[in-house]
């Protein structure tokens, strides 16, 4: 069997080791310490976010800017359709009622059906998802959600590093939620980061993530909170991470180039769009198949031992929200049924990238 191909695996750089080791040394091996503290600025001074909260995932991320958007018991909350669960599952820990979105040609959600949904259903908040890597009509969707007084939370778990008219996703919003899951761009293993410019409301997020304690010599709570926060030690990973972030951009675009130049001769392919004015970051290579069935695809690479997906199942599908609302729907739909997603780790060689050319085009 030649050596497995995964979808999206962790890519290392120089420095994560040594700055675990420094953890080490210093035996600040708990949710708190400096490099939790450097992260955090690293984001910041990446993104342009006034503030940051460094979290134990990008759930946890999207949960505490729901309630810090007062969202609560009965609330209806928009969000994309066209995501992973992670994106959706806070609205029900509040108890609130997810309101779905439908995508658009972008295959981000369409900001038409943003502002009908609005309208019709007066939503505490919008959790808009930049799906792949690819920014979302965020300029056109901010303007309307500001219109109408509609708190936007960027699920921009995807697209760290991804901008439109050269200004970061997960910067448009109230609040912007970025993962370091283990196949996310990159990765601590398990991380999420809260960035938003309402300082005193990541001030907050921090305290909702370390039980909501009361800042006394005992433990007094008055609010309900969580252990949200992250490690020392994984912190340590992100900031080798954040270095190395620039470069993995500039890999998993090289990557997508690469597919399309080997792969578009057919016709039979359409790549995700780039919205004009944007920059992805092309997490994944992802495109639809105008004729043939995606899970061939997906059967002939996995028997040469390659790892490839579906695009995620819409959110209005699941039958967790059987009965949700739902504005559109066919577009992504369409976008399930047709499409996939190609291995795009950033350390993968093109010679590795030609062999899983070679069975698709065989495939195809
Ligand atoms: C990965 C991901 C999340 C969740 O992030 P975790 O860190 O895994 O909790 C949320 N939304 C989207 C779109 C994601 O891809």
């Not at 708990?30 to 979290?55: H, N, Y």
Request: aromatic share 8%.
């Amino acid at each position: 069997m030649p050596e497995r191909i995964y979808l999206s695996p962790p890519h290392m750089g120089e420095n994560e080791r040594r700055y675990v080791d420094e953890v080490f040394a210093s035996n600040y091996i708990a949710p708190l310490g400096a490099f939790v503290d450097r992260f955090e600025k690293a984001v910041c001074d990446f993104t342009g976010a006034g503030a940051a909260a460094a979290l134990s995932s990008g759930t946890a991320a999207i949960h505490l800017a729901l309630r810090l958007c007062g969202v609560g018991e009965g609330d209806r909350v928009l969000a994309s359709t066209f995501t992973f669960i992670g994106s959706v599952a806070p609205i029900l820990y509040q108890n609130a009622e997810p309101i779905f979105i439908d995508s658009d040609a972008s295959w981000n959600a369409d900001p038409k059906l943003v502002e009908e949904a609005i309208i019709k259903e007066r939503p505490k908040a919008f959790v808009l998802t930049h799906l792949y890597g690819q920014s979302a009509k965020v300029d056109e969707i901010t303007e309307i959600c500001e219109r109408y007084g509609v708190p936007l939370i960027e699920d921009a778990a995807e697209s760290l590093g991804a901008t439109l008219h050269d200004r970061p996703t997960g910067t448009f919003g109230r609040f912007g939620v970025y993962s370091f899951n283990g196949n996310k761009i990159i990765t601590t293993g398990g991380g999420g980061m809260l960035v938003s410019n309402d300082e005193e409301a990541i001030v907050h997020a921090r305290k909702l993530a370390s039980q909501a304690r009361e800042p006394v010599t005992w433990y007094e709570h008055k609010e309900l909170g969580y252990n949200y926060r992250m490690s020392n030690v994984l912190a340590a990973i992100g900031v080798g991470q954040m270095e190395v972030l620039p470069e993995r951009i500039a890999q998993k675009r090289e990557i997508f180039e690469r597919y399309r130049r080997e792969l578009e001769e057919f016709g039979e392919i359409e790549w995700m769009p780039e919205i004009p004015g944007s920059r992805g970051n092309r997490w994944l290579t992802t495109l639809t198949l105008r004729r043939s069935d995606p899970k061939k695809i997906i059967g002939a690479l996995q028997a040469q031992n390659i790892e490839s997906r579906l695009l995620w199942k819409p959110m209005h599908l699941q039958p967790l929200f059987r009965g949700a609302k739902v504005y559109g729907g066919s577009v992504s739909e369409d976008l399930f049924a047709r499409g996939l997603c190609l291995p795009s780790g950033t350390a993968m060689s093109p010679e590795e990238q030609k062999r899983v050319s070679r069975i698709v085009k065989k495939a195809l």
